[in-house]
């Protein structure tokens, strides 16, 4: 069934030391306690950090109630490498993917995939496809279908993709920045629709009119997956700074006064403003949903959750406070799918 609310979910980063491992775990159990719809795991750039996501991805499922969306690139690996790992992943129960080009190596900015590689994020949702159809009997892009009991992916469902596919695989979309040109925009994401993709985050931005402009260009050239927003909360003053310079897309001098404050409290208080302010705005135009880039910071994406939840936006499986759901995420994915297999039988 479609849903009726805005989806709240939040990106994770694997620890890059293991000494760092517990710590943020707790921070991601206290994320997993309030709710969200969903978390996306990332993987590092060129795939540097495949087992670390893997297992993160891995223990969210088992431990959690949330659904977790795992992150693949193309940059790193061959053709059949990713395949097996896409493998790897739907046999621990993975139903959920994020499929990225990916960053080149550092220093490597003529990148060209190895032989047998990929180069484009579209490429990799119609290797899902292929893999998805080859180990669960789902649905390809070219349409074949093979008789499957799996039920529909739960984020797929949360975000009111119709008909739901047995495995969602979302893509990225860029409201701003100098890596992409609109019309180059446009038409990487209809290829990326076109390839199977069941829904888009964005890479961050500032102004809710740029993701607003995206999503009617978006649609004007046939794109009608869902867009979801990519909020990042405007607390680390020096952390949206690197971002800028990564992504090309400037930090506001409002903002940047906004944070210019000694005072750590005054600061997190105005930039959660900040952030309330730019999320009301694009939940006004219409977003679907928000995905808050967390940083692996618990503090500020609860605090963004608590004030869409003070406005009512809730997760259906969180009724009054009290969790609805299965213990965990991987028990809800085996009661739905007991329950596609009564049905067809």
């Known amino acids: 069934m479609p849903t009726t609310h805005p989806t709240v979910s939040f990106e994770l980063f694997p620890p890059r030391r293991p000494e760092l491992d517990e710590t943020i775990w707790q921070r991601v159990l206290r994320m997993a306690e309030a709710g969200p719809d969903f978390f996306s795991v990332t993987y590092g750039a060129s795939g540097s950090s495949r087992s670390a996501s893997a297992e993160l991805v891995r223990r969210v499922l088992a431990e959690t109630a949330v ?3 795992a992150h693949l690139t193309c940059v ?38 190895p032989e047998g590689g990929l180069s484009r994020s579209s490429e990799l949702v119609a290797l899902i496809r292929d893999v998805e159809t080859e180990r669960l009997g789902a649905a390809s892009p070219d349409g074949g279908r093979e008789a499957t009991s799996e039920p529909p992916s739960v984020v797929a469902q949360e975000l009111g993709v119709s008909p739901a596919d047995v495995v969602s695989v979302a893509v990225a979309a860029y409201p701003a920045g100098r890596s992409h040109t609109r019309e180059a925009e446009l038409a990487a994401l209809r290829e990326k629709q076109d390839a199977g993709a069941d829904f888009a985050i964005t890479q961050v931005f500032f102004d809710a009119e740029a993701y607003a402009s995206l999503v009617t260009d978006a649609r004007a050239v046939g794109v009608h997956i869902p867009i979801l927003p990519g909020i990042i909360p405007l607390t680390d003053r020096g952390r949206l700074h690197r971002l800028s310079d990564l992504t090309g897309v400037p930090v506001p001098t409002t903002i940047d006064a906004l944070l210019a404050v000694d005072d750590e409290a005054e600061r997190l208080r105005r930039g959660i403003d900040a952030t309330l302010a730019l999320i009301d705005r694009v939940l006004a135009v219409g977003a679907p949903g928000l995905h808050l880039y967390t940083f692996n910071h618990d503090r500020p994406a609860l605090d963004v959750l608590d004030h869409l939840r003070a406005r009512g936006i809730r997760n259906p499986a969180i009724v009054d406070g009290a969790a609805t759901r299965p213990v965990t995420h991987a028990a809800r994915y085996d009661a739905a799918r007991a329950a596609s297999d009564a049905r067809t039988h």
Request: proline letters at 12%.
């Open 76 to 113: 790193g690996a061959t053709r059949e490498e990713l395949a097996d790992h896409v493998r790897t992943l739907l046999d621990h129960g993975v139903r959920d993917f994020l499929a990225l080009r990916g960053d080149p190596p550092a220093g490597q900015r003529d990148w060209a995939p």
């Open 67 to 69: 659904p977790p969306i």
